[in-house]
């Protein structure tokens, strides 16, 4: 795939993938196209060899798998991990606010969000709403409302004379967005709002709305930015980026060894839920892939949990470690922390590189300074719960949960290109 093709290709599912559901539904799209099946978790399962299969769990969390030739138990299994959600905004079960004739919601932060860029933007509005239709059925409805619906104005430097220098938010005050004027005697409901909007977008009829997971997003779409086109910036790129990368990698791979791609909701809460890395989605589906040789088949596996790295930022280059200061569009990072705040080791960091270097490609390394905090990902917590090799590994961004990141054209294909010959390599650990 050139890389014209796979960028085009990625600012479509940016677009299409404004929350973990809609992530998940685009990429079930995709699967559905290149002929897997799915499977309920309900049902009973007849696997066979060489076939492409996925499961989704709560609409937000995916696994896709190829079974390859042969017995699993004795191959192993060449998996990808990444996660469906991003920091946002989310908005509150009875949101309703009416101040000075503006009609407002008020917000949930749902992760580690850098909260200063959301204020004057367009925003758009998009998740789940579950609804008790006109038969009596209760059903989940994806809604997107993709035009700008909201807005955060900031508070006038007139009014704050210390804006630039000593501005703080508060996440309860601060934040509610605008959403439209209303008349003093207004009755309007944001279920009676979002009721409208399910049937302009599903045609169901809905007699109750009974629930939604809703959240505001940057209406501007992911674009190429730069005087010779070489970022990308967008929001989500952290992780709806590694989702991408690692289904484009699963799809072209011939499918004689036993594959698999996790996408995981909750990663940026720390996991910890039916569908999260914590919980038991991945665990279970090798249950009963692998039957009674599932810890046979773990030792012969090899996860590589992908996540966007930090890359070394132009005016702040004293934040990175002198020698480990990832350069946008120089390949992807290895991420290493010895506390296990990334899952890395030498062994697992050896096979990245042999695969790399084998395909003539860029990788780089991150570790981070030894005064300062480190993140983490799935891959620590994917490790633990299953015993398997894991390596940390991302491409390299700006703007890290911002609303809207920045990344270089170069570095996703090339991680793509290398997790497509990890995934049917019959040797790989």
Known sequence: MEHAQFNHGLLNFLDSSPTPWHAVATMKARLDEAGFTPLDEKDEWSLAPGQGYYVIRNGSSIAAFRTGQGDVVEKGIRM?????????????????????????????VYGGVLLNPWFDRDLSLAGRVTVLDEAGEVRDILVNFRKPVAFIPSLAIHLDREANSNRTINAQTDLPPVLMQVPDADATTFASLLEHQVVSESGVGVRKVLGYELSFYDAQGASFVGLRDEFIASARLDNLLSCYIGLQALLATSGDEPALLVCNDHEEVGSMSAEGAQGPFLSALLDRWCGAGKSRAIARSMMVSADNAHGIHPNYADRHDENHGPL????????????QRYATNSRSAAVYRHLSDELGLPHQTFVVRSDMGCGSTIGP????????????????QLGMHSIREMIGTEDGLTLCRVLQDFMQRPQVF
Do not use: Y
Request: aromatic share 4%; proline share 9%.
């Open 80 to 108: 990808v991990g990444a996660h469906t959600d991003s920091p946002c905004l989310k908005v509150k079960p009875n949101p309703e606010l009416r101040r000075k004739g503006f009609f407002q919601v008020g917000v949930e």
């Open 328 to 339: 946008l569009n120089r390949g992807p990072v290895i991420k290493v922390n010895h506390n």
């Open 381 to 396: 917590l994917t490790a633990a719960n299953l015993g398997v090799t894991t390596l940390d590994i991302g491409v390299p």
